[in-house]
């Protein structure tokens, strides 16, 4: 049971660059989020997704995009990437309601622009 | 909206004595989880212990402990017997339990780096 992939692990982008993160979850979980990790910050939800076809922004979506075309997948893009996206990146599952409270993350993604 | 306070950037403590990190919450919410996740240097997000708010009782998993206060808004963790592998940042979080958008989405605290010392 591999449980929440994400890829890259490590990524370094110029400015202006764009990219996707990916995220993989293979319990059948349709809650999916994705969180950055700042230093001092704590984790900060970017945006999240309820269901397949269901996406919604959350504190930061500025300069991110997602989509979520099945239960198992949620990629995060950078469309134009900039020095403040630098970041480590966390993407996460659980449950729908009633079928679990335990969140599950992954073991997060370094993003670099330079 | 939640907010989620950690007021001690950093603790330190010897190996086998007691720790206790702090969390404050702000919430109108009635039905909540809270959670301490411990994060190593891997950054690998590691659930250290969760709370329900409608338990009077406090969570514990062997050494971690929780001291639970609900009319206060105060959510501690403590680490008995603290080990070198405790060292890490800590992280208290919230989570609203039912209900439409907010479901599922955690709010977090700024972390509390803990070093144990042999």
């Known amino acids: 049971n591999a449980g929440v992939t994400q890829t890259p692990k490590f990524q370094v982008l110029k400015t202006g660059q764009s990219m996707t993160l990916q995220c993989a979850q293979d319990?059948?979980?349709?809650?999916m989020s994705w969180y950055r990790q700042d230093p001092g910050m704590g984790l900060r939800l970017i945006h999240y997704?309820?269901?397949?076809?269901?996406?919604d922004q959350g504190e930061v979506p500025n300069g991110y995009n997602v989509s979520r075309s099945t239960t198992e997948d949620f990629p995060l893009r950078l469309l134009s990437a900039a020095p403040s996206q630098t970041s480590v990146y966390f993407c996460?599952?659980?449950?729908?309601?009633?079928?679990?409270?335990?969140?599950?993350f992954g073991e997060g993604s370094w993003l670099t622009v330079v | 909206a939640q907010t989620v306070t950690q007021s001690q950037p950093e603790m330190s403590v010897q190996e086998a004595e007691t720790v206790t990190l702090s969390c404050t919450y702000d919430?109108?919410?009635?039905?909540?989880?809270l959670f301490w996740y411990k994060q190593p240097p891997s950054r690998q997000m590691i659930l250290v212990i969760r709370?329900?708010?409608?338990?009077?009782q406090n969570a514990t998993e062997n050494r971690f402990s929780v001291n639970f206060q609900k009319a206060a808004k105060s959510f501690s963790l403590k680490i008995s017997d603290s080990q070198l592998g405790d060292t890490a940042m800590y992280f208290c979080?919230?989570?609203?339990?039912?209900?439409?958008?907010?479901?599922?989405?955690?709010?977090f605290g700024q972390g509390t780096i803990l070093t144990v010392h042999p």
């Open positions: 996460a599952s659980r449950p729908q309601q009633g079928r679990g409270n335990t969140i599950y």
């Open positions: 319990m059948n979980h349709e809650y």
């Open positions: 997704s309820v269901g397949a076809g269901i996406t």
């Open positions: 919430t109108s919410e009635n039905n909540y989880y």
């Open positions: 709370q329900e708010a409608y338990k009077q």
């Open positions: 979080a919230f989570m609203k339990l039912f209900g439409g958008t907010s479901y599922g989405k955690l709010t």
